[in-house]
T-cell receptor, first 110, second 113 residues
Framework: KNQVEQSPQSLIILEGKNCTLQCNYTVSPFSNLRWYKQDTGRGPVSLTIMTFSENTKSNGRYTATLDADTKQSSLHITASQLSDSASYICVVSSASKIIFGSGTRLSIRP | DVKVTQSSRYLVKRTGEKVFLECVQDMDHENMFWYRQDPGLGLRLIYFSYDVKMKEKGDIPEGYSVSREKKERFSLILESASTNQTSMYLC????????????FGSGTRLTVV
């Protein structure tokens, strides 16, 4: 069964700290993996997209990694800011399916 | 940048009403999608469309229908709204190839009372 599991479900960290969000998947065959940021009450916005051959992709303070062998991805946020408070959704695509994770809700405290 | 515009941010409707949610994209994308998002359930696909007048059922099509008369516009219709259809509805579009160029609208928060 194609699945995308994210952990943790929710996370609270202090402003300025780093954090890492996890995404494990069983989607096959694999096409690409995206990380989205969704602010409360808004639609998701794409942060990174990675295909099979890419191990790391950065977008400012966001760095995504992909291990296609173990079917794991992580999103690392450096020097967190209050505006990073959001849900982060991992989305894995095969040729014919798009599977969404349930997301990690991140809260940044001042 | 691709823009996906949903006509309403917030909507309140009565049980039994017919509800139209409109979505327009401006990048000539072939594929358009309607999702609903509920706490703890993530995004669930309702319907999608590959082309004008083409539509395919997603994972939870019951109680919904769609219309795609023009390439840029994809409408979601709740034939007879029910309280369990209270949710956040998200429209998305993409270019050729499933999973590429996937862009979301800002969402419509629908409350059925």
């Amino acid at each position: 069964k194609n699945q995308v599991e994210q952990s943790p479900q929710s996370l609270i960290i202090l402003e300025g700290k780093n954090c890492t969000l996890q995404c494990n998947y069983t989607v096959s065959p694999f096409s690409n993996l995206r990380w989205y940021k969704q602010d409360t009450g808004r639609g998701p916005v794409s942060l990174t997209i990675m295909t099979f051959s890419e191990n790391t992709k950065s977008n400012g303070r966001y760095t995504a990694t992909l291990d296609a062998d173990t079917k794991q991805s992580s999103l690392h946020i450096t020097a967190s800011q209050l505006s990073d408070s959001a849900s982060y959704i991992c989305v894995v695509s095969s040729a014919s399916k798009i599977i969404f994770g349930s997301g990690t809700r991140l809260s940044i405290r001042p | 940048d691709v823009k996906v515009t949903q006509s309403s941010r917030y909507l309140v409707k009565r049980t039994g009403e017919k509800v139209f949610l409109e979505c327009v994209q401006d990048m000539d994308h072939e594929n358009m999608f309607w999702y609903r998002q509920d706490p703890g359930l993530g995004l669930r696909l309702i319907y999608f469309s590959y082309d004008v007048k083409m539509k395919e059922k997603g994972d939870i099509p019951e109680g919904y229908s769609v219309s795609r008369e023009k390439k840029e516009r994809f409408s979601l219709i709740l034939e007879s709204a029910s309280t369990n259809q209270t949710s956040m509805y998200l429209c998305a579009s993409s270019g050729t190839g499933v999973g590429y160029g996937y862009t979301f609208g800002s969402g419509t928060r629908l409350t059925v009372v």
